[in-house]
T-cell receptor, first 114, second 113 residues
């Protein structure tokens, strides 16, 4: 049973460029959440997707957008990259049918913006 | 701002000792979860405690929750070098009918062999 997978593992982009990160949820899960974790900080919630719609959103600008596909996988897109977008981006999946929202995290994508 | 705040920020102990980390939060919660993160990798879910529970055990882990004080503690007994990691608490803050996990900055635990 595969857990949450993310690609790519590492990514280096230039300021102003656009980036797409990908996530496949754990088998049986239908909800995907994205987090940004800056160095030395806890993960910050970006948004959550369920039934192919953005359900909740954290305090992130519109440059951050996402998508969920019918197979529950998800993408995170960041436009007009800033140096401050350098971080570890974590994807987490859960099953919305249970109230406790226990999440399983992927290994993350390390994004460096130069 | 952070909903949950862990204390201490860093903890260094010898193998075999117990490690205690605390988490304080600000608003009412549905449940509280503890996670471990090894060296900037993905988070591993350790334990979930519901708002109507006061204590929960899982192996060498013991979690307590005091909703009147809005605080939780994670105790790792008989620590091992492999327990070296960052530990985060996450609270489910109500938001538009759903619950969004909000993480603190974490406690960095180093267990010396």
């Amino acid at each position: 049973d595969a857990g949450v997978t993310q690609s790519p593992t590492h990514l280096i982009k230039t300021r102003g460029q656009q980036v797409t990160l990908r996530c496949s949820p754990k088998s049986g899960h239908d909800t995907v959440s994205w987090y940004q974790q800056a160095l030395g900080q806890g993960p910050q919630f970006i948004f959550q997707y369920y039934e192919e719609e953005e359900r909740q959103r954290g305090n992130f600008p519109d440059r951050f957008s996402g998508h969920q596909f019918p197979n529950y996988s998800s993408e995170l897109n960041v436009n007009a990259l800033l140096l401050g977008d350098s971080a570890l981006y974590l994807c987490a999946s859960s099953y919305r049918g249970i109230r406790t929202y226990e999440q399983y995290f992927g290994p993350g994508t390390r994004l460096t913006v130069t | 701002s952070q909903q949950g705040e862990e204390d201490p920020q860093a903890l260094s102990i010898q193998e075999g000792e117990n490690a205690t980390m605390n988490c304080s939060y600000k608003t009412s919660i549905n449940n509280l979860q503890w996670y471990r993160q090894n060296s900037g990798r993905g988070l591993v879910h350790l334990i979930l405690i519901r708002s109507n529970e006061r204590e929960k055990h899982s192996g060498r882990l013991r979690v307590t929750l005091d909703t009147s004080k809005k605080s939780s503690s994670l105790l790792i007994t008989a620590s091992r070098a492999a327990d070296t990691a960052s530990y985060f608490c996450a609270t489910d803050a109500p938001s538009g009918g759903s619950y969004i996990p909000t993480f603190g900055r974490g406690t960095s635990l180093i267990v010396h062999p």
